[in-house]
């Protein structure tokens, strides 16, 4: 049987969307996630197929963070994730974490926080190799 991941995807929205997309194509970068999928209210972000989308929501209303929910995406080092979060900052995110270890999650977890242009919270992670 083939393994199929827990979730398929994951949409964010916002009040802004060429801002956040501009946002968005420039911090995932750093992960080597790019933009896979463009329609007029959204984009669709992945490395091979969209496993995370930001655009208008879809009921018309007004876009807001929910409390206590953020997305988090893989990186493939510790340089990502500094990358990641250094990227963020610079196009005006807010820092909720400092890349580092967060032995509180695991002793190989390497992480940093960030909340997007619409206050919207985000993660970058790397796992590092346990000896």
């Known amino acids: 049987?083939?393994?199929?991941p827990?979730?398929?995807?994951v949409s964010i929205g916002t009040n802004d969307f060429p801002r956040a997309k501009a946002f968005y194509d420039a911090v995932l970068a750093t992960l080597q996630i790019e933009c896979v999928a463009d329609t007029e209210d959204?984009?669709?972000y992945g490395r091979r197929?969209?496993?995370?989308?930001v655009?208008?929501?879809h009921d018309g209303a007004e876009a807001a963070p929910g409390n206590g929910v953020h997305v988090c995406f893989n990186a493939n080092s510790v340089a990502e994730v500094q990358a990641f979060h250094a990227k963020a900052l610079e196009l005006g995110a807010?820092?909720?974490g400092k890349p580092g270890l967060r032995r509180e999650?695991?002793?190989n977890y390497y992480a940093a926080f960030v909340r997007d242009l619409?206050?919207?919270?985000?993660e970058a992670v790397f796992f590092l190799k346990e000896e």
């Open 118 to 122: 619409d206050g919207n919270k985000i």
């Open 94 to 96: 807010q820092d909720e």
């Open 105 to 107: 999650y695991a002793d």
């Open 6 to 9: 827990a979730l398929s995807h």
């Open 1 to 4: 049987m083939q393994h199929q």
């Open 49 to 53: 197929f969209p496993e995370f989308w």
């Open 42 to 44: 959204g984009s669709g």
């Open 55 to 57: 655009g208008f929501p």
